[in-house]
Nanobody, 124 residues
């Protein structure tokens, strides 16, 4: 089992920045890919970003490309999501997840473990 705990969410204004963190514990191994998803009220959970085991490869949803940056510190078993130029449409609960297989990064069904989520609210 892997436990994931997100932090860093909050209420900000449009144009502001936030950095989310996701700390992994339990059967943590640095050779898991990790991703961030988000879910707004009344909407499906959607892919935001993912990072490979070595952090040599990152993937982003078009809606956040150029504004968000995913990174990881394997020594700390932590993945980060730096969010800049936030928009009201970024408002959602953000979840981190661990992927232990080779299925597609952007599919939520590819991920085996999930955190409880952290709320991000962007006011206009």
């Amino acid at each position: 089992q892997v436990q994931l705990v997100e932090s860093g969410g909050g209420l900000v204004q449009a144009g502001d920045s936030l950095r989310l963190s996701c700390a992994a514990s339990g059967r943590t191994r640095s050779n898991y890919a990790m991703g961030w998803f988000r879910q707004a009220p009344g909407k499906e959970r959607e892919f935001v970003a993912a990072i490979s085991v070595s952090a040599g490869s990152t993937v982003y949803a078009d809606s956040v490309k150029g504004r968000f940056t995913i990174s990881r510190d394997n020594a700390k078993n932590t993945v980060y999501l730096q969010m800049n130029s936030l928009k009201p449409e970024d408002t959602a609960v953000y979840y981190c997840a661990v992927k232990t297989n080779i299925r597609a990064y952007y599919l939520k069904t590819s991920y085996d473990y999930w955190g409880q989520g952290t709320q991000v609210t962007v006011s206009s």
